[in-house]
T-cell receptor, first 113, second 111 residues
Framework: DVKVTQSSRYLVKRTGEKVFLECVQD?????MFWYRQDPGLGLRLIYF???????EKGDIPEGYSVSREKKERFSLILESASTNQTSMYLC????????????FGPGTRLTVT | GDSVTQMEGPVTLSEEAFLTINCTYT??????LFWYVQYPGEGLQLLLK?????DKGSNKGFEATYRKETTSFHLEKGSVQVSDSAVYFC??????????FGQGTRLTINP
């Protein structure tokens, strides 16, 4: 059974803290993605990675960075958390030849106070 | 740029009712189209897809037909169940790795 796991389901952080969200997939997928999900806005792509150490900006990269040191792990970093980064964060992965079939983790609900 | 627009939610129906969730898109070229579903507390999962005009995708009793002339991909089900309660996302893909998602439609089915 394919699986994408995220390090936390719920997270509460203070403004200005550095925040790490971790995502691990066990499907040997080349591509991994980070989205944020907000009511009325759907899913918006923050960053994606198509190989180890490779990354590309998505639609809303400001205030975020990413790291992919191993194929199975993709980390999202909030360098200095702000209240407008309170959201649901979803990680996904997909293989190169079926790029449309993204497998999602359960999400991390981050609250920044 | 490419975009997807879905009908506003939330949608509330009784069990066994007919469901339609509207989806229209704007894209250059001929994208592939998808419906994803997010059950409570879970991540999104692919429900069905269509890769070219007039294709019909189907799964779990849901159907959607790729209509190039109206740039639409409406999701339908003849008789919904309580277990269909979820958020539904329409999405498109232009051959690259990325998907463009609509805003999502929350569906609640009452027994």
């Amino acid at each position: 059974d394919v699986k994408v796991t995220q390090s936390s389901r719920y997270l509460v952080k203070r403004t200005g803290e550095k925040v790490f969200l971790e995502c691990v997939q066990d499907m040997d997928h080349e591509n991994m993605f980070w989205y944020r999900q907000d009511p009325g806005l759907g899913l918006r792509l923050i960053y994606f990675s198509y190989d180890v150490k490779m990354k590309e900006k998505g639609d809303i990269p400001e205030g975020y960075s990413v790291s992919r040191e191993k194929k199975e792990r993709f980390s999202l970093i909030l360098e200095s958390a702000s209240t407008n980064q309170t959201s649901m964060y979803l990680c996904a992965s997909t293989s190169g030849d079926r790029a449309y079939e993204q497998y999602f983790g359960p999400g991390t609900r981050l609250t920044v106070t | 740029g490419d975009s997807v627009t879905q009908m506003e939610g939330p949608v509330t129906l009784s069990e066994e009712a007919f469901l339609t969730i509207n989806c229209t898109y704007t894209a250059t070229g001929y994208p592939s189209l998808f419906w994803y579903v997010q059950y409570p507390g879970e991540g999104l999962q692919l429900l069905l897809k269509a890769t070219k005009a007039d294709d019909k995708g189907s799964n779990k009793g849901f159907e959607a037909t790729y209509r190039k002339e109206t740039t639409s991909f409406h999701l339908e089900k003849g008789s919904v169940q309580v277990s269909d309660s979820a958020v539904y996302f329409c999405a498109l893909n232009q051959g690259a790795q990325k998907l463009v998602f609509g805003q999502g439609t929350r569906l609640t089915i009452n027994p």
